[in-house]
């Protein structure tokens, strides 16, 4: 019997209660009545494209995928378990609180789910009711509970600095009040205003009020100080673990390794090949009905692009990128590509190379998108 190729499965749910005034991602508050629809159509691409593979993580994320009622939670799950799953995989859901309750919660993990990401962002109302969440802090802490009730030993914290009129002392507040809530890891972003949000048209009116670099930068800092002192160790620019939690799915991307995406609007990367579904939900819904194509775009990387991707998102790792993989994987030394620039970056003491590791340094990382624009290749 042939052996299947092994990979990462993502599966991409667009609905939400109230679209955040952050966010960029394709997800809607006002197509409600297309769920169990979308629901429906999802299994279907499941099973036809997913059975090729032995899967070896889950991800699905949004949106929100705690929004979908329960008996659409347990369906897309009976589909997902008739696949070709790796024994004691790790099997991620996104929740966000105030879409959430016990049922919910009994679902997944009956459903093989065993960790959940729960975005908060931050423990002041105020600054919750400033970027557009639905709950407070009380929801989430009492969500967060809950799920510890039904079973969940697994659970990742979202959190976010430079936010609008977020002050330092309140960004370390955050930090305090999670780390003692004792998750196994937390995920701590910066704010990025990205075009088409509420956020971005309220910048461009100045109408948004922004820490300085200087308060990110000690933001940034005040974070890696607070979550060590609490046993958490960082193994990405942004995230943060108890030793055995490191996100398994999320250093499938960092690691440029093989995935594949289901749903509207979602990515693979299989082979070098990235493909990108439709975004349009009631189009995706569709096409799937009439058994029609959901791919907008296949793009072939090049090896310059594979390299690229390599590095870039290899840097983000603590540990860096290890020099005989590189070599390995695209039958090239890494010297006779990048050797100016890796010398260059070693000098500023913003790399390090050890034991065949490069890695971004503390001052690296501080000054990590300079470092990787030096690594594209034109």
């Known amino acids: 019997m042939e052996k299947k190729k092994e990979l990462s499965l993502y599966i991409h749910i667009p609905f939400c209660k109230q679209k955040c005034f952050y ?9 409600d009545y297309l769920r169990e629809n979308y629901v429906d159509a ?11 593979y032995k899967i070896k993580s889950i991800f699905i994320g949004g949106g929100t995928p705690s929004y979908l009622e329960t008996k659409e939670i347990v369906k897309m799950l009976k589909s997902i378990n008739k696949l070709n799953l790796s024994e004691d995989m790790e099997f991620t859901m996104e929740c966000n609180p105030g879409a959430l309750e016990e049922e919910k919660l009994k679902a997944m993990l009956d459903g093989g789910v065993n960790r959940i990401s729960m975005g908060l962002q931050a423990v002041q109302n105020s600054l919750l009711k400033d970027i557009g969440r639905i709950h407070s802090f009380k929801q989430f802490e009492e969500n967060f509970n809950l799920a510890r009730e039904v079973g969940f030993k697994n ?14 002392d309140e960004w370390k507040e ?3 009040v999670v780390a003692r809530l004792n998750p196994e890891h937390i995920s701590a972003y910066s704010l990025i205003i990205e075009e088409g949000t509420a956020f971005y048209k309220l910048w461009e009116r100045n109408k948004l009020i922004l820490p300085s670099e200087e308060e990110e930068r000690e933001m940034y800092s005040i974070t890696k100080n607070v979550l060590k002192s609490h046993g ?12 055995g939690f490191e996100c398994y799915h999320n250093k ?5 390794d093989d995935y594949l995406g289901i749903g509207s609007a979602s990515t693979s990367f299989i082979d070098g090949k990235r493909i990108k579904n439709i975004e349009n939900v009631k189009a995706y819904i569709d096409k799937i009905n009439s058994g029609e194509d959901i791919i907008e775009d296949i793009t072939i990387n090049t090896l310059e692009d594979s390299m690229e991707e390599f590095v870039f998102m290899g840097l983000r790792m603590i540990e860096g990128i290890n020099i005989n993989e590189f070599n390995k994987r695209f039958g090239v030394n890494i010297e006779s590509i990048y ?4 010398d260059k970056n070693i000098n500023n003491k913003l790399l390090l190379l050890d034991n065949y590791n490069l890695r971004l340094t503390e001052k690296g990382i501080e000054l990590s998108n300079s470092v990787m624009s030096d690594f594209i290749l034109t």
């Open 155 to 168: 659970i990742n914290i979202d959190l976010m600095f430079g936010l609008p009129n977020q002050r330092l």
């Open 42 to 52: 999802l299994c279907k691409e499941i099973e036809i494209k997913a059975s090729k």
């Open 339 to 342: 050797k100016g620039v890796i």
């Open 174 to 176: 955050s930090l305090e």
């Open 23 to 31: 966010c960029d991602f394709p997800s809607y508050a006002s197509i």
């Open 232 to 243: 958490y160790h960082q193994y990405e620019i942004s995230n943060y673990a108890k030793v």
């Open 252 to 256: 499938v991307y960092w690691k440029n």
